[in-house]
């Protein structure tokens, strides 16, 4: 006998996906038509369990129909970073369907839903929001107008509470906003919590950041992969990153819209550089900015973002550095290390220096190399070495200073990178036992490249 589960959705976007391209029997269940997608709200979905699966098991037909099951659920896990075991298991997402709402001012385009005129117009309460519409109109050729009339397209609009459309907020904190798929009536509004602590800075939550999020999902954009993605779920705001549209992003929205003609955008081409790619681990020319162990990890820094790798974890996944540090650690590091000892995680940029004690900031952070015992002429250093044994720390700073403290016996292999070359250096035989790329360290599979396809 099939069961059915109730699981709680974090994402309706992603599971929209998943389910927008095959048709399956009858078993997804949707509660209305239009849905509000949002970051960390939460959806009830209804989705048969594992044993749907078995109880279909003896059907030639079903054997197809599992398989492309299995494949969409392993990208969908992968998405989440678990597990890509293809089973419909507890901690594993549920699915859903994309709403399908026919209406008349809107079109399916793909799996996706789309508006199809070219002119939206937007009330909105906040300056900052034509910035927001200016990230998405100077790569597809849409133009957002505002009125201050009450019709308009897309409604931006703070609500505490139940605000009558099915999706309350919460309160400070968890969900933030939500808007809804392109459409007529509440299609494309963008509904913010006004519990939140907004604000055009870094204190408390940015709007212009979210806001960017929301609009996107307003222009009918699910979520991305892509942790350095504007349509990434989770909201990343850093002080020290300017906001702007990454590669991802622009490819999804002139997917759904096409790009500008040479002609509207020629100014633009010379005035802008391309948008950021987020580092690939497949890429042959990748290099780290600095490597380091953290606990059972190793962390791999580049740009804004790290891979951790983990001995019990399949994928070496890429997430953002503030993800897991607060968001004034800098992007383009020169070094990190991590001191057991005192549970501290140090962070080098330039002349500066960024201590974390317990994952929280030291309060005289950043203070300047000078301070470690560098002399001035020192403005920068390229790596650093901390050995728990010893409780030592090597520095390394260009040419010149190179420090060799001879490593304890159990820390024969000492991992030097420079440029995509990774160096396995023997501290027995002091020589270079083996080169490599550094992809190797971070198991790319090259046939899951889709960025390195797309430079070439
Ligand atoms: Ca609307
Ligand atoms: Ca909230
Ligand atoms: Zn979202
Ligand atoms: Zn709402």
Known sequence: MHTR?????KDLSVCGQLLASFDGPENIIIKSCLLPICCALFFYCVAYSNSYHSHYRDKDEDADWKTGLCDKL?????????????????????????????????????????????????????????????????????????????EADILTASFVADHEDGTPFDGKGGILAHAFLPGSGIGGD????????????????????????????????????????????SYNFAPNYELQLSFRDVKDVQNLYGEFSISANFASL???????????KCDPDLSFDAVTELQQEVLFFKDRFMWRKHPQFDETAITLISSLWPDIIPPFLDAVYENVD??????????????LRQLKLQEDSPRNISHLGFPSRIKSIDAALHFRIERSTVFFTGHECW??????????????????????????????????????????????????????
């Not at 005192?342 to 201590?355: A, D, L, P, S």
Request: aromatic share 14%.
């Open 5 to 9: 589960t109730i699981l709680k959705l």
């Open 74 to 150: 392993q990208s969908m896990q992968r998405f989440f970073g678990l597990h890509p075991s293809g089973e419909l298991d507890k901690e594993t997402l549920a699915v859903m369907k994309r709403p399908r709402c026919g209406l008349s001012d809107v079109e399916q385009f793909g799996g996706t839903i789309r508006w199809k005129k070219r002119t939206l117009s937007y009330r909105s309460i906040h300056k900052v929001f034509r910035e927001a519409w200016k990230l998405w109109s100077s790569v597809v050729p849409m133009k957002f107008r505002k009125r201050s009339r009450k």
């Open 190 to 233: 963008v509904h913010f919590d006004a519990d939140e602590d907004w604000s055009f800075n870094s204190t408390g939550f940015n709007l212009f950041a979210v806001a960017a999020h929301e609009f996107g999902h307003a222009l009918g954009l699910p979520h991305s992969s892509d942790p350095g993605a504007i349509m990434y779920p």
């Open 270 to 280: 010379f005035s802008k550089k391309p948008p950021p790619r987020t580092p690939d």
């Open 342 to 355: 005192g549970n501290v995680i140090v962070f080098f940029k330039g002349h500066q220096y960024w201590t």
């Open 403 to 456: 420090r060799y403290v001879r490593p304890p016996a159990d820390c024969r292999f000492v991992h030097f990178f420079k440029g995509n070359i990774h160096y396995k250096y023997d501290s027995n035989s002091k020589r270079v036992v083996s080169t490599s790329p550094v992809n190797d360290l971070l198991e790319c599979e090259k046939h899951n490249n889709e960025i390195l396809t797309e430079r070439r």
